[in-house]
């Protein structure tokens, strides 16, 4: 974390987020190279992993929390997923989790699909009008 000329603290982090259900032994290793990976190609430099492991998309996600908790105190700058399938496997509730992360700051960067086109880092969502002013209490979205 660094200080902005105020005193203020600036976003500097980059979140990693996974989710698995049933639960992975393998703690979804293939999933979090490929996140590093990528998030090294896009000059990210240090990242924190956030794994949900074992959590169904509608029950409660700890690492979810904390990581929408942290983001609203703008600790983190860049969340990098494989798909927006760990926030919920409704998207509905998949989007409102990305609108959130994205009205405090914070870049969702989902990882290109395989079929991908050389040069293509990652899809950046873009920003989507909602009803709520983009903001939506973290209970409603992490249940």
Do not use: K
Not at 44 to 62: K, V
Not at 79 to 104: H, K, M, N, Q, Y
Request: aromatic fraction near 6%; charged fraction near 20%; hydrophobic fraction near 35%.
């Amino acid at each position: 974390m660094t200080t902005t000329p105020d005193g203020g603290e600036a976003s500097t982090g980059t979140a990693l987020y996974l989710r698995c259900y049933p639960y992975d032994s393998w703690q979804m290793d293939a999933h979090r190279r490929a996140l590093e990976d990528h998030a090294q190609l896009l000059g990210a430099g240090p990242t924190q992993t956030y794994l949900d492991n074992g959590a169904p998309s509608a029950g409660l996600r700890p690492q979810l929390r904390l990581l929408l908790a942290r983001a609203s105190m703008g600790q983190i700058s860049t969340v990098l997923i494989p798909g927006r399938w760990v926030f919920s496997l409704d998207s509905r509730t998949a989007d409102a989790v990305a609108d959130f992360l994205e009205s405090t700051g914070a870049r969702v960067v989902e990882l290109p699909h395989q079929g991908g086109r050389a040069g293509d880092h990652g899809r950046v969502r873009p920003q989507r009008r909602t009803g709520h002013g983009g903001h939506f209490p973290l209970a409603e979205i992490t249940g």
